[in-house]
């Protein structure tokens, strides 16, 4: 009889054990909306890196090359993926969203390629970062003091907060 209860100590310490064990390994849950946080400028020679943190529920982040159906084709909005606003200081008026040639907001868009998790679609999180070649208006007299805004868009077409740089003086 002591055999058997030594045997069911042991099985049922085991179970316990890999309970616990496989608690903490447990996928984090997150909304399924993109929610993007923690933005950094890095101001390089002949660029800028833009980076940033993002949690996703049901990790659906990117896009493929191949994916032009609608609504991804070319001649949507949800061709892209993330959209970075630009701002400049004007020493009067405050904030204010830079200007292209024809007087258009300026905005830098970009498309984030798929992300891919192995196994069964569960929620994500990691870092992105782009790298933005041009990302000073040189037609403003006003471009001495910028910021970015961020808006992350994933395949069910769901946006994020829209997240702001702090103040950069390139």
Known sequence: MKEKKVYF???FLTGLF???????F????YPIEPIISEPLFTNLTDSAILSFHFTDGNGDIGLDDAELDPPFDSESYYYYNLYVGYYEKDDVNGWQP?????GDSI???YRIERIEIK???RGMK???EVVMNDFQNPFSDQ??????SIKLIDRDLNESNLLETAEIVP
């Open 119 to 121: 196994g069964k679609q």
């Open 18 to 24: 890999s309970l616990l064990l496989s608690s903490c």
């Open 98 to 102: 830079g200007l292209d040639l024809a």
């Open 126 to 128: 990691g870092t992105i």
């Open 26 to 29: 447990k996928s984090e849950q």
């Open 143 to 148: 471009n001495d003091t910028i910021k970015f």
């Open 107 to 109: 905005f830098f868009k």
């Open 9 to 11: 100590s042991a099985i």
